[in-house]
């Protein structure tokens, strides 16, 4: 996912997740009808964590999780509502990313790119952000292993990739040629929350 430059404080609790241990919330969904290639798949991660100091003049946050993890976070400039935060306050961060995969039906225009969308609190709120990211990509059935269960797609940038099908799918029904629809979308929520 791409980052606006205004998410520092969303972008500093990311990159603290992804260097600790912080106990998260998950789940995940599935959805498929089944012999159809493709599906939905949504994952839900939430980080929950309450504010326990302040240090205005760095602009630090200290923030305890429900496990009792402590951490510090930098909230830039642009976290222009920095001043409505106290202590107390609960830090909600929410990321979900989904991928559907379908078959294009044939004749089917599809277009290829991304879109994203920033939202933040209006100045005297809260601080809080919401981030969505979506990119559509289409490829091409280059080959068919029905004995490994797997097909080839290639890439409109050139690169192909090898991929393993759902057993339930035919692939003595699929061609060479066809097109396969991929679209991911991570929606990525940073909110500040009285108790």
């Given at each position: 996912?791409?980052?606006?430059?205004?998410?520092?404080l969303p972008i500093a609790i990311t990159a603290l997740v992804g260097c600790t241990t912080i106990k998260t919330e998950s789940s995940t969904s599935t959805k498929i009808n089944h012999g159809?290639?493709?599906?939905?798949?949504?994952?839900?991660?939430?980080?929950?964590?309450?504010?326990?100091?302040?240090?205005?003049?760095?602009?630090?946050?200290?923030?305890?999780?429900?496990?009792?993890?402590?951490?510090?976070?930098?909230?830039?400039?642009?976290?222009?509502?920095?001043?409505?935060?106290?202590?107390?306050?609960?830090?909600?961060?929410?990321?979900?990313?989904?991928?559907?995969?379908?078959?294009?039906?044939?004749?089917?225009?599809?277009?290829?790119?991304?879109?994203?969308?920033?939202?933040?609190?209006?100045?005297?709120?809260?601080?809080?952000?919401?981030?969505?990211?979506?990119?559509?990509?289409?490829?091409?059935?280059?080959?068919?292993?029905?004995?490994?269960?797997?097909?080839?797609?290639?890439?409109?940038?050139?690169?192909?990739?090898?991929?393993?099908?759902?057993?339930?799918?035919?692939?003595?029904?699929?061609?060479?040629?066809?097109?396969?629809?991929?679209?991911?979308?991570?929606?990525?929520?940073?909110?500040?929350?009285?108790?």
């Open positions: 996912m791409k980052f606006h430059p205004l998410l520092i159809v290639p493709g599906g939905e798949v949504v994952q839900t991660t939430k980080i929950r964590a309450t504010v326990t100091g302040i240090d205005t003049a760095n602009r630090k946050i200290t923030l305890v999780t429900p496990d009792g993890q402590k951490l510090k976070v930098i909230a830039g400039p642009e976290v222009v509502n920095f001043n409505q935060i106290r202590i107390g306050d609960q830090l909600k961060v929410t990321l979900t990313e989904q991928l559907v995969v379908r078959m294009a039906k044939p004749g089917e225009k599809t277009q290829d790119g991304g879109a994203a969308l920033v939202g933040l609190a209006p100045v005297g709120a809260k601080p809080g952000v919401v981030t969505a990211d979506t990119y559509q990509t289409t490829a091409t059935v280059t080959g068919i292993d029905t004995k490994n269960h797997k097909a080839t797609l290639k890439f409109a940038d050139g690169t192909s990739k090898k991929v393993t099908v759902r057993q339930d799918v035919d692939l003595t029904k699929r061609k060479v040629g066809e097109k396969v629809v991929i679209r991911a979308t991570e929606v990525f929520a940073v909110l500040i929350e009285k108790p």
